[in-house]
């Protein structure tokens, strides 16, 4: 991390704590991650799917003191609390809002104060995400914009900024490399459709990470290729670097494309091994 390693404040994230005696197997029917795995201060990321297998929200589930904790999206957060306690039915859970009680912090060190520290479970580059409460006093926090340059410089998508809510699949946001979907665990909501992805390589379209020559396009605007076809479109970006959506059968890899008065150009990150599947 820049800055001699200063801990970034993730004000675009909040807290849900789950609580209960079936927490653990109230979360597993729901999510892509294997709940049931979490161990005692460890962490997973995952994802809550439409029945068709359509993205809904990303976030990490991590466990300590009797419960799970939910890192999510802040401004999305009352929209899965509602989803959560559509599907909560008979279990005996108790979901809260935890956004007055902590915060979010990545940092580069595990800190052994926090409620919860764990390493980042997409990318070692990513170092820890670290939950305090939220009255704890964190001296020189960077803002969330160092935050953007190493998860974009690694080429990592970012929840909805990136996805498509009910639109895009997630093994296209490469939820599988980045170690947010667990194919053996068994049945969650959008697990037949995901799985039938995986298992027939039928992926089409995919987000990847470009360089950016010339001025940030904003969000959305199309790519395209020399004759004017449309491939794609641009999605989060900071400075000259930027996440693309691709249609994989038009697109090259260190090619540049046209996208509004910039060109963009789709780059391999490390942990992407294979474009099918």
Known sequence: MSNHNAPILLETRAIITISGPDRRSFLQGLVTGNVEKIAEDAMIYAALLTPQGKYLHDFFISAAGGKLWLDCERDRRADLLRRLMMYKLRAQVEIADGLADYIILATADKIETAVISCPDPRHSGLGYRTILPAKAAIPGCQTEDAYDHLRLGLGLPDGSRDFRIDGTLILEGN?????????????????EVTARMKYRASLKKRLLPVTVTGPLPPPTTIITTDSGKKIGDIRSGQGAMAI?????????FGHSYACGDAMVSPWRPDWLKDLIG
């Open 244 to 252: 693309g959506y691709f249609r994989l059968a038009d697109m090259v």
């Open 175 to 191: 939820m599988a490399e980045l170690n947010g979907v667990d194919f053996d665990k068994g049945c969650y909501v959008g697990q």
